[in-house]
């Protein structure tokens, strides 16, 4: 039996699901009651997916697996189908944050907030949401645990905009499923101004220009990003602030946002970003590339009027600036154990692999999913995650 045909009514069916979600540093419990019929037939891990919209669906299918989901009081399987009147309780063990689990214990650093919306500013190696191995202490699950210190449904947080795990700055984030589709829309018209403070290794010639040079995907199913003739369109202006030791800081704003666009630009003109380990080399100081989503500028989706937040420059950006000015060009380093495998990684086509607990069947029907071709025999499950799960970014 296949999901139903045609496109699914997710606000509709979140409205006909009663939820008790409670989240601890070990465990996550979900308890739902499906009143309506709007998403009878659908699969168990596709409808968890679409009434939790903050978690991933393989998410669902490893607790499945791993038998922390029951549906109708019975040990659940992903390929099951729900009906009006289900009963599904989700109790899953999340990670103890071992050695060889990464994560982030930065605060939350809020810099704008309303009822229904905050803009934050992320430190550099923080993901904004979770991905692969990654559990704890991305931006999105701090929200999250914010709203649930405020009594508020922790589901309700969704990501405007997202910037690389090693970027810093702005990120916009919604608190209602209603601001977040008004955000996110404003974005897909450009009506939100986003520029980007970077430091490149030479100094651009003209000092202000337009890079349009179209970008798509590089070696089949990496997420590494290459120019190319049938790319995306794209669009980065760029403004040389000023020079110094052989690096400049750019004033960069996004006139479209394809992932890596700023960094693969310089890159391909000859200015790769201090410290962009995937497209240049690593920097002493810096766990990645010298990026900062400096400024944003939006109407507020409900009364119209202008808002614009800005953020300074993060301190290992600074010490990088101002030793330049003492004639100190930045200190290449080698890249660590942790980056090799992530570039190890990215070069395998990591994307195109699936973990081990994901069925044959299930892992063709997400492969489709994904837009790729089926599996072949030299293709391997393993630890990897989705391409939703490792999309960050747009810049």
Not at 162 to 175: A, N, P
Not at 222 to 239: F, I, L, N, W
Not at 352 to 365: G, K, N
Not at 379 to 390: A, E, I, L, Y
Request: proline letters at 6%; hydrophobic letters at 35%; aromatic letters at 4%.
């Amino acid at each position: 039996m296949s999901d139903p045909t045609g496109p699914l009514d997710a606000a509709r069916i979140r409205g006909e699901v009663a939820m008790t979600r409670k989240l601890s540093a070990s465990h996550r419990l979900i308890e739902v009651h499906l009143h309506g019929s709007s998403a009878d037939g659908l699969r168990l891990d596709r409808f968890l997916a679409v009434i939790c919209p903050s978690l991933t669906r393989s998410l669902f299918q490893m607790w499945i697996q791993r038998g922390e989901v029951l549906h109708n009081a019975q040990i659940a399987q992903a390929s099951r189908r729900v009906a009006k009147g289900d009963h599904i309780r989700v109790y899953a063990q999340l990670p103890a944050n071992p050695d060889n689990l990464e994560h982030h214990d930065a605060a939350l650093n809020i810099v704008y907030a309303e009822e229904d919306f905050l803009v934050v500013d992320k430190p550099p190696g923080q993901l904004v949401h979770q991905a692969g191995r990654v559990f704890h202490g991305t931006l999105l699950g701090q929200v999250q645990r914010y709203l649930e210190e405020r009594g508020r449904d922790p589901e309700e947080a969704r990501l405007v905009n997202r910037i690389d795990r090693e970027t810093s700055g702005l990120v916009l984030v919604g608190l209602s499923a209603h601001t977040q589709r008004l955000l996110s829309q404003a974005l897909e018209r450009r009506d939100v101004e986003k520029t980007y403070l970077a430091l490149a290794h030479g100094c651009p010639q003209p000092s202000h220009g337009h890079w349009r040079d179209p970008i798509g995907p590089g070696l089949d199913g990496t997420p590494k990003r290459m120019v190319r003739a049938d790319g995306q369109s794209c669009h980065t202006e760029y403004e040389t602030v000023e020079s110094r030791a052989g690096i400049s800081l750019l004033r960069i704003t996004l006139h479209t946002g394809r992932q890596h666009q700023i960094r693969l630009h310089a890159a391909h003109h000859g200015h790769p970003l201090v410290g962009d380990w995937v497209y240049g080399q690593a920097c002493q100081g810096l766990p990645g590339q010298a990026l900062h989503a400096h400024r944003l500028s939006f109407r507020h989706p409900h009364h119209g009027d202008v808002i614009t937040i800005t953020s300074a420059l993060p301190s290992a950006l600074q010490d990088i600036w101002q030793a330049a000015d003492r004639g100190l060009a930045p200190k290449m380093r080698q890249l660590n154990e942790a980056e090799q495998l992530r570039l190890k990684d990215a070069d395998q086509g990591r994307r195109r692999r699936l973990p081990p607990w994901i069925d044959s069947e299930t892992a063709a029907m997400i492969q489709q999913e994904m837009g790729y071709p089926p599996l072949s025999a030299n293709d391997q499950v393993d630890g990897g995650s989705s391409s939703k799960d490792q999309h960050e970014s747009i810049e």
